[in-house]
């Protein structure tokens, strides 16, 4: 069965730091991993990578995949409160009609004024 | 820019009643899905769609659950015969090109109350 765990589960920060969130894989015949972000309701794209070493950027929030160690990073410089939200990190296969996107549990991040 | 919609934002059904749920993918994409999250846990896959047939479907998406493409816009997801444990909310999501298929994009959700 395919796995995503993500770290730490929860997190507090204030306005101006920078964080980083963990998300590690075990998925057969990976293909691609995916960022998404949780506001209120719908899960909002961010990043899909799927190639290791090949940093991803937009605006203040970064990505990178390593594909050897089965785990990727999300990166968010000088966080607003904004950027409040439970953060998601996904999972697909390769092959046949796998289409499908396995979830982690999210980080919930708290970024105060 | 395109998104996905979806309808109604939230239904209250009892237990045992039929409900079907709406949404209307990126009009160019050609891939679907359906995921759902109970609360608190993980956003789980039920089913995705291409070419007019269902390419893959969970565990979770037994007999009572079935999709739908009726015309060229929207897509459902009907539960028959809805119990408690149907509780959650309702993502539609969609995805462009076979090389992109993984890039879902996810609508704002159904919450559907059984009770």
């Known amino acids: 069965e395919d796995k995503v765990v993500q770290s730490p589960l929860s997190l507090v920060v204030h306005e101006g730091d920078t964080v980083t969130l963990n998300c590690s894989y075990e998925?057969?015949?990976?293909?691609?991993l995916l960022w998404y972000k949780q506001e209120k309701k719908a899960p909002t794209f961010l990043f899909m990578l799927?190639?290791?070493?090949i940093e991803k950027k937009s605006g203040r929030l970064s990505s990178i995949l390593d594909k050897k160690e089965l785990f990727s990073i999300l990166n968010i410089t000088a966080t607003q409160t904004g950027d409040s939200a439970v953060y998601l990190c996904a999972v697909g296969r390769s092959g046949g009609s796998n289409y499908k996107l396995t979830f982690g549990k999210g980080t919930l991040l708290t970024v105060n004024p | 820019e395109p998104e996905v919609t979806q309808t109604p934002s939230h239904q209250v059904t009892q237990m045992g009643q039929e409900v079907i749920l709406r949404c209307v993918p990126i009009s160019n994409h050609l891939y679907f899905y359906w995921y759902r999250q109970i609360l608190g846990q993980k956003v789980e896959f039920l089913v995705s769609f291409y070419n007019n047939e269902i390419s893959e479907k969970s565990e979770i998406f037994d007999d009572q659950f079935s999709v739908e493409r009726p015309d060229g816009s929207n897509f459902t997801l009907k539960i028959r015969s809805t119990k408690l444990e149907d509780s959650a909310m309702y993502f539609c999501?969609?995805?462009?090109?076979?090389?992109?298929?993984?890039?879902?994009?996810f609508g704002p959700g159904t919450r559907l109350t059984v009770t």
């Open positions: 799927t190639s290791s070493g």
């Open positions: 998925v057969t015949n990976f293909r691609s």
């Open positions: 999501a969609s995805s462009g090109r076979w090389d992109s298929r993984y890039e879902q994009y």
